[in-house]
Each structure stands twice: as C-alpha cells, then as structure tokens.
C-alpha cells in the first residue's frame, strides 16, 4: 500500500499544482482585476458568501473590507458592485454599453433558456433589441388604446377592493389576492385572458411565483456554483426544470390557440397577436421559442416584482400607523369622498408618492441584478474583461448610510423637500438604468400608485389584536418577498364599492 502512495504521490501533487494553476489563471483573468477573497479551487469563494442568506446582504459586508468594487469566483469570477459611483458606471454613464449584456448562473441558464432567448437573459445582441424595442411598442400600442392602461388597471383596482370588503374585519392573508391583481392587470394586455376566470392561468401564476422562491434557496446556489455538488442536487434541478416544462407548456398552448384564432387584417386582441402579426413579417428575428421566452420574462418580471412590491407596502402601512393615517388624510384632501384615486392625483399627492418611493428603496425586491461585460473595459480603475460577469447590489445602495441618514427608518418624508414636494434621488435605482432598464417601470409606478392609493383611501389595515410585529427581513427569492403576514381591514364610512 505504502509502495503505492509513493508512487502516486508525485502524480497527485502535480494534479494538484496544476488544478491551482488553472484556478488561480481563471481567478485572476488579467493583472489590475478587481481584489476580493483568493478562494481555493473546486469551491471557489462559495464558503465567503454562504454566512448570510441573503446576497445582498454578504455583498455590503465584503465591500467594508474590499471596496465598492471586488470580485468573487463563483463558477466564473464575478465582480461585485457597491455604491452609487461605481454603480452608476456601470449603468448609466458613457460606459453604459460596455456593462449591456446579461449572463445569469451558466447551470441556471442551461437548465432553463440554453439559447438565452427572450428579453431578461439574453446577450447584448441585435436580436434581443429588436425583441426589446418590439416589446416596448406593442405594450405601449394598448397604452394609447381607449381606455389604456390607467383603465385597465382602474377595473382590477375595484375589483381588488370589492374582494377586499367581502374579507372585512377577520384576519387575513391578502397575498393571493394582490398578486391575483397584479397578475390581472397585465393577463389581459399580454395573453388575452382573464386571471379570475381562468384556473390554469392562475396555475402557472402560483408556479411561477413558487418558482421565485425555489430559487433562492441555497441548494441552487450550490447547484450553480459548485460543481461536485450537482450530483447530490439532482432532485432540485429535476424539480425546477419539471416546473418549467410545465410552464412553457401552458404558454405554448396559448400561443397554439392564438394561431388558430388570430386574423392579421383584424386589430391584434393582445401581444401575443401583435408578436403573430410581426413573426409573419420578420420570421428571422422574430418567432415561437423566442416569443415564449418574451412572455415568460413579461409574465414573470412584472407579477413577482410588482406584488411583492405591494406586499412590503401593506406591512410598512400596519407596522407605521401614523403613515398610513397620513397618506389617507392626504388622498381624502385630494380625491375626496365621491370617487378613487387616478393617476391624475399623483402630482397632488406628494406623501403618498413619498411613501410609495420609501417603501420602493426599503423593499428593493430586485435586490442584486446581473450584468455582464460586452467589451474589454475598466470599472473604478479596475480591469474588467469582456465576458466577467457583474453583480449590482442595489439593495446596499438603497441602505447606504452615506446616502440616507439612518438609512432603516421607514421616513417618507426624506422624500420631499422644504416646500413638500417630491424630490426624485438619483440614488435610486431599482428600476435598473441604461439600456437594460427594467421595461416595465412605468406600468409598475402607475399600478403600484393605483393599487396603494385606492386601498389607503377606502380602507384602514391593521395588524390583528394579537399578532406580534411581523418581521421585515425579506424571505430570500429570485425577487425578495416579505413574510406571511394577516392583516385587518375595516371599510372607511365614506366606502364607494
Ligand atoms: C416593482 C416592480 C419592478 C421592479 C422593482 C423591477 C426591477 C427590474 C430590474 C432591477 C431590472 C434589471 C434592470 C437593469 O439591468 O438595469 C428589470 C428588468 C426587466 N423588467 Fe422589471 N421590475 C419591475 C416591474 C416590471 C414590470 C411591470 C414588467 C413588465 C412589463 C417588467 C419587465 C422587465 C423586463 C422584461 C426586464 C428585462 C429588461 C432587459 O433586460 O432589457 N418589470 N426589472
């Protein structure tokens, strides 16, 4: 045995300089590459950022240690950025292209979208601008309609809140009810349907937003990162690709229906017409397994980010009374007692606004998002190559002390200057910026103030007698979410539905 171990011995030192090698080459891709953690090879610096359950979190904490801008080695190196300089290079200045693509975890996209189709995922390419600017028209194309989107989302609005009646006055979970409505507001736009009719719609909702939480769960960073932890988590990567196969399914037998329904010479009912009528026309750069891929990120983007959003907004409201009060005095001024709130009101309204934009900056559901180099470049004085792969921590500059003064208080009036109106921080970005800005941010702000308004103005929430404070930590998700909670509602005297 010991005859053995001698002679294998040099060929198991040898395999071990030249895995080092190998690792430290990848590491460190070019001299004057951002400083972090070394790591060791095979698990990388995976055991730096599994102290804490959230990303963002591990994120702040390093950058204390090695500056706004480090890296880490993940399955590949990946530059983390912190505070709003280095932040803001990245997405906004001249630089902004050089940091336009996208490259998720490559066993997540291999799982899910090999082809990185669609709007979210894709590289920085002409195909997915073309998809994009398409996407952004047709949207904006029903905006302009009759009743555009103030009226579509007005209809669900009073739906919303003559569900919110029947549940007065016992405690209750109002999750599956506000993120029916968000997912409501958007059905009809994108698919033609219609959320409260259609079970299997609703199905693919609930999968989709279980599917958010799936993925923050530390057996898919594992899965993604580490590499000889695949074979024990094949189970979990099963169970996501089952789900997603389930997922693309419904979408496929919808687009299925459209095709045998749609008629081009007619007005499209929906997007997906719309994307029918431009496949016909552009059947190179626009077609079914790239018109899934859009559905999904528009299905997907706007339903877990926007109804988490408005989640975190009813928990701020039970947990500061005094807030929720004086939002609803301010809508009673402005809107009064014989109609809801409309967009109309939200240049008159600056606490409300204020609140919603605090809430926003506390909640940061979309609390790190990636980026990926599309060129050799340099970042705060670093060198970057193309292809490294970018983290923005959002959530830590939403939290920067140097940037908010106490940056956890819940303070809607850090919004509003001496003559109380509302003053729009540069520093906030959860919508993204440049040219991968989020493409729903303004059917986000008009749905968030039409959701929140019209239930602060017709109903006051509180927490149950005897439920203790719920916690504001964020439940860690591919969006972050807040924790279960109950609330009581009681209809104001003046209650129009
Ligand atoms: C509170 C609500 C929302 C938040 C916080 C949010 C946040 C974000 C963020 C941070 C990004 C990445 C931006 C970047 O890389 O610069 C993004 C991208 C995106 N969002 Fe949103 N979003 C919200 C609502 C929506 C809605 C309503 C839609 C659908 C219309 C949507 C669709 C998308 C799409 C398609 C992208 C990918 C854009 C691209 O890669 O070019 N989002 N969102």
Redesign the pocket.
Known sequence: MDDVLQFLLPFILVLIGILTLQYYKQRWPVSNFPPGPTGVPIIGTLLSITSDKHLHRTASKLSQRYGNVYSLMLDTPVVIVNGFDAINEV?QSNKGLDFAS?REPRYMIQLFNPKKLG??S?DFSAT?QHQ?RF?LSA?RGFGFRKSGFEGIFTERVQALLKNLKDLAEAPQDLSALLTGTVASC?SNTILGCQYDDDEEFQLFIRRVLKGSLKLGKIQMLLYNFVPFSRPFLKRTAQDLKDDWVLLSSFLTSRIAEHQTTFRSEEEPRDFVDCYLAKMAEEPDIFNLEELTFVLL??LF??TD??S??LRFALLYMVINTDVQEHVHQELMEVVGTSRLPCMEDRDKTPYTVATLLEI?RLS???ST???CATTDTTLAGYSIPKGTNVL?N?MGLSHDPELWPDPERFHPTRHLNDKGEVVKSPYLL????????????S??KM??FLCFSSMMHQFKFELPPDAETPSLEPVPAF?LAPVPYQVILKAYDHSLI
């Open positions: 997405l996208r709007l979210f894709a997915w994009k996407a949207l958007m990120d528009l983007g706007s980010t926007t988490n959003t926003l940061s559901v979309a998002f990636p980026r923005i959002i959860h919508f993204g910026a440049g040219r991968r800005v989020c493409m729903g941010e059917l986000a749905e968030l969006n």
